[in-house]
């Protein structure tokens, strides 16, 4: 049981700095907030379609994170 406990948290441990890295990325770079799920909507060639549209040339997606505030919207950071 507490091999499973300790797993658990290791897991939780590198979850959470992932999420902090990838926050930490983002941070410094232009985003948009669009509809979609962020897990599955991110790196799709209709988003990219979407962001190269908007923008006027083509960008780099480099994350996407969930609204907290708006369900179904997501924040897409991009690099020009």
């Known amino acids: 049981m507490r091999k499973l406990q300790r ?3 290791a897991a939780g441990v590198l979850a959470f700095s ?3 890295i990838g926050a930490a990325q983002a941070a410094d770079l ?3 907030e669009t509809p979609g799920d962020a897990a599955t ?3 799709t060639a209709e988003t990219q379609r979407e962001m190269d ?3 006027g040339h083509h960008v780099t997606i480099v994350h996407c994170e969930r609204d907290p505030q708006n369900p179904g919207s997501m924040f897409v950071f991009y690099r020009s």
Do not use: N, R, S
């Open 7 to 9: 797993a658990a948290v």
């Open 18 to 20: 992932g999420l902090a």
């Open 53 to 55: 549209q908007g923008a």
């Open 41 to 43: 909507d991110c790196f």
């Open 30 to 32: 232009p985003y948009v």
